[in-house]
């Protein structure tokens, strides 16, 4: 609990100085954030190419003291696992490289084994993320068939945690003393595997169980100011809601900061792909409680919680942010043109911050990943002001989307 606070004193200190703004032009920000964030990928996927089947999770250290620290890797069953093959195929996309490819090929076949998991909802993450991207853009034609296979394979899996009588996909199996029937908002994320394999295996089960689980979260999870919960629990004979609470947040009433950016993408997500407008409405009143929240930084990276205690002095959460500026870029293509500009504007901000020495970490340091200060759960004590594989994959994520957008 000490080193908390002394780390919570700490960030305290850095959130209250904004960091300086680097206003040279944006392009030329991207230019040399991608530049950093493969020289960062290489060396972590170097250190991890002999560690058969492992993959890189965290890391515990100081930066500053070169390569001291100590690696959190994980094997593919951690919920994470596809994060890291899936940022080299956002550097591949962006570099071409074909180092870069080699890897983003090795590491995600280390994932496969995960198309078979059926015991928690994580297969879309993890597999959308490495073989979702990788059937898009690698160039080995051979390849496509498997990565297509693994695909609808673990769609297929995660398929079987839906109940017809509660209309979700149940997210997790622990704690059944507590939760009867756990939806977390996290699990939006894994519809975009449903659609994909809809389309691909023709499988309309798999569609109608995206939109249903949609629709009830869109009803259950939120509050009426469109701040969200992170976990519904439900009854599985009624299919009604029972518990709503804030497991990773601070408290059941209050607004988790990445389960709030889970959802902004979420929905967004959601409008690309059926058009439907109850979806784009959904994810700009997110974006409006979001953006508007008067605990939101003016750098935009938000703290841990949006009502964490401890405000002005808690902790950022730069995979929050990172996820909020991918989903806003996508927004924007899709609001009218005074909320697109608002949109870009925040994400721009957020792209700024984050590839300011504020949050990413000179090459070498920081265990070889990109960004620093993440919070992965912090009532649960785990992964406190760190890095993390999803606050890089969806930063590199940001700067394709961004990069994209601007044709450089
Ligand atoms: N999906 C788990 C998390 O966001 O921490």
Redesign the pocket.
């Known amino acids: 609990m000490k080193r908390l606070l002394t780390l919570g004193l700490l960030a305290a200190t850095l959130a209250g100085c904004q960091p300086k703004q680097n206003q040279e032009p944006i392009e030329q920000v991207i230019g040399t954030a991608f530049e950093n964030a493969q020289a960062q990928a290489l060396l972590l996927a170097k250190k991890y190419e002999p560690q058969e089947g492992r993959l890189p999770q965290s890391w515990r250290g100081t930066v500053g003291d070169g390569a001291a620290g100590e690696d959190v890797g994980s094997s593919s069953r951690w919920?994470c696992s596809g994060f890291f093959p899936g940022t080299l195929w956002y550097l591949y996309e962006n570099s071409g490289d074909a180092e870069v490819l080699r890897y983003a090929q090795m590491f995600t076949e280390r994932v496969e084994r995960e198309k078979y998991t059926t015991t928690n909802h994580d297969v879309g993450f993890m597999l959308m993320s490495s073989f979702g991207n990788g059937l898009r853009l690698t160039p080995v034609e051979a390849d496509k068939e498997h990565y297509r296979e693994v695909l609808s394979t673990g769609a297929r899996s995660l398929a079987t945690r839906f109940r017809p009588s509660v209309g979700l996909i149940r997210s997790w199996d622990h704690n059944r003393a507590v939760w009867q029937y756990p939806v977390i908002i996290?699990n939006m994320m894994n519809l975009e595997l449903m659609f994909w394999a809809a389309d691909y295996t023709g499988d309309e089960n798999l569609r109608t169980i995206a939109l249903s689980h949609a629709d009830s979260t869109l009803v259950n999870h939120f509050r009426e100011d469109y701040g969200s919960y992170h976990v519904v629990s439900y009854d599985t004979l009624t299919g009604n809601p029972l518990l709503k609470q804030t497991h990773?947040g601070y408290a059941d009433e209050s607004n988790w900061a990445?389960g709030q950016a889970?959802a902004l993408y979420g929905y967004t997500m959601m409008y690309r792909i059926t058009k439907q407008e109850r979806y784009l409405t959904q994810a700009q009143n997110v974006a409006r409680f979001v953006l508007g929240h008067k605990n939101m930084p003016a750098d935009y990276i938000p703290y841990w919680d949006f009502d964490a205690p401890e405000i002005p002095n808690a902790l950022r959460d730069a995979s929050a942010a990172a996820i909020m500026a991918s989903a806003l870029i996508e927004l924007a293509d899709y609001s009218q043109p005074s909320l697109a500009r608002e949109y870009m504007k925040v994400a721009e901000t957020q792209i700024r911050t984050l590839a300011s020495p504020a949050y990413t970490a000179p090459v070498g340091e920081n265990g070889d990943f990109i960004l620093m200060h993440s919070v992965?759960?912090f009532p649960l004590d785990s992964e406190i002001d760190v890095p993390l594989t999803y606050a890089d994959y969806y930063y590199v994520e940001a700067l394709t989307r961004l990069s994209r957008k601007l044709g450089s």
């Open positions: 919920w996290d990773q990445r889970w992965g759960a």
